[in-house]
């Protein structure tokens, strides 16, 4: 932490103008923590959000795969995708699903990764009897992962570390609620009871999920505001704000460039006089 820490004030302090952050909680880093004293400019990464429009999804891939993870009309879905390792929290989903499923045995989750912690989260949810409640599909392929997201109803985290967090948009992209740990790196994309909800507890996240399994109209609601936030955060309006951050530093290395010039030629004019 301390190296990344080194390098990163090190880049920001002797080469950038202008630095982009993509959320609020990584500019208090820079700001409170680095101390960084330039322009910081918050613009959340973009994607390419059409890829996971419902539109543009083939219907017979997302049966496919409901198939070969034998995925019933009847199951209601959650959807975890991520790195399985400590940081992401994962416990926290699988430990919820063990209530969730003794009041609903067709509520399902559904964990998309790989990660060092894979073995030990299986071993986890067999102690616990879920074998035939939470599906663990190990990695997906990058073109695959619409489908994931087109087989659920609902996309859950309970990680505190992410700087941003781009399967919450995925999720949204794909008309999919997302049901997210309270932390900033969330809350800049979600708006709570418009496009998801927040939870602290597992109690709370618990009551959050039968909410929405128990009112479909409500998760609808949900879905369809999700989807229209997600345009939001498309390749094509990162990129347009980006370009605004890059032309703002050429604009003032240019200025530079001049006082630098004037300045030289002022120092001439002085030598040339004495």
Known sequence: KKLVEYFTKFY???????????????????????????????IPTGIEVERFYEENIDKKEVNNLRKTLK??????????????????????????????SEKY???KLV??????????????SKKLGLTKNIIFTGKAAWGDMPYYYH???????????????????EAM???????CMRDEAFQSMVT???NGLFFETQKEYQNHILNLYKNPEMLKKFNKQA?????HYSSKNYAERVLEVYNRAIKEKQAENRFGLISKIAKNIKERMK
Not at 15 to 42: D, G, Q, R, S, W
Not at 152 to 160: G, H, Y
């Open 151 to 169: 087989i659920s109803n609902i996309f859950a985290t309970a990680s505190k570390t992410e700087t941003q967090g781009l399967t919450i948009i």
């Open 71 to 100: 995925i019933q009309k009847k199951d209601f879905i959650i959807l975890f995708v991520g790195r399985l390792a400590e940081e992401k929290n994962v416990e926290f989903l699988i430990e919820s699903q063990k209530v969730l």
């Open 12 to 42: 920001c302090d002797t080469t950038a103008t202008e630095l982009i952050v993509p959320t609020n909680k990584t500019y208090k880093l820079f700001k409170e923590k680095y101390h960084f004293e330039k322009n910081i400019h918050i």
């Open 192 to 194: 709570e009871e418009l």
């Open 173 to 179: 992209a794909s008309n999919v609620t997302p049901v």
């Open 227 to 231: 989807r229209i936030q997600a345009e």
């Open 105 to 107: 045995n067709n509520i």
């Open 111 to 124: 964990i998309v990764g790989d990660g060092p912690d894979k073995e030990k989260y299986e071993e986890y």
